[in-house]
């Protein structure tokens, strides 16, 4: 039965809409088309530069990236963080300051893996930078910027930032695995055995339910 308290047009049932909108684009359903649907709708039934406009925005971005549309996605995720004004320290854009760090944030985060996964790397590190500029203490920038580094062939660089994720999130399974190939590739088998065990060791305490360190 719906909740008597919440009315068509207000803050709570909007909220419970959006809430919908993302489990529909979550396994088991998938349907990401379904999401983006309801999404735009909720859209254009929000005022333009609210928090609640940004998170849609923000959503859609995420819907087209796990969709595939790489291009939209990309184009989505630069209109929230304003390259214009990306730099070591960058002024939150007006957008985005409406809706919290947590956009800005993913926008940068995404929009970087996208720009890595194209080979971009020296413009995905950028937007890593400038992420780590406002939130020094993200283990997951950290890492995607170490990989982006060893892409570029800067060891030195690729160590510090892998190194950096796993002093803040210990249990990070994917920056071990990144400091394995790292060691791996230098030569050095014992120290790549020690990452790669304890990266399986996390992985049977997660699959066995035991309590893992505070991660993203």
């Not at 590190?125 to 993200?138: C, G, H, I, V, Y």
Request: hydrophobic share 45%; charged share 25%.
């Amino acid at each position: 039965l719906r909740d008597p308290r919440v009315t068509r047009g207000s803050a709570g049932d909007w909220k419970l809409r959006f809430m919908l909108a993302l489990a529909l684009r979550e396994p088991p359903t998938s349907d990401v088309d379904g999401c983006d649907a309801l999404l735009r709708r909720l859209l254009s039934e929000s005022a333009e530069g609210s928090a609640q406009h940004v998170d849609a925005l923000l959503h859609l971005a995420i819907s087209a990236h796990v969709a595939g549309r790489l291009d939209e996605a990309l184009s989505r995720y630069e209109a929230l963080i304003d390259t214009s004004s990306i730099s070591t320290s960058p002024p939150p854009p007006p957008l985005v300051e409406a809706a919290g760090p947590h956009v800005l944030r993913a926008a940068q985060l995404n929009g970087a893996a996208i720009l890595s996964e194209r080979g971009r790397f020296v413009e995905a590190l950028t937007r890593l930078d400038a992420l780590l500029a406002r939130f020094p203490s993200d283990a997951a920038a950290h890492n995607n910027a170490g990989a982006a580094h060893w892409q570029l062939n800067r060891a030195p660089e690729a160590l510090f930032h892998f190194s950096e994720a796993l002093r803040l999130q210990p249990d990070n399974v994917q920056a071990l695995l990144n400091l394995g190939v790292y060691y791996y590739e230098l030569g050095d088998m014992e120290a790549a055995r020690g990452v790669y065990d304890r990266a399986i060791a996390f992985e049977k305490r997660r699959e066995g339910g035991g309590v893992l360190g505070a991660g993203r």
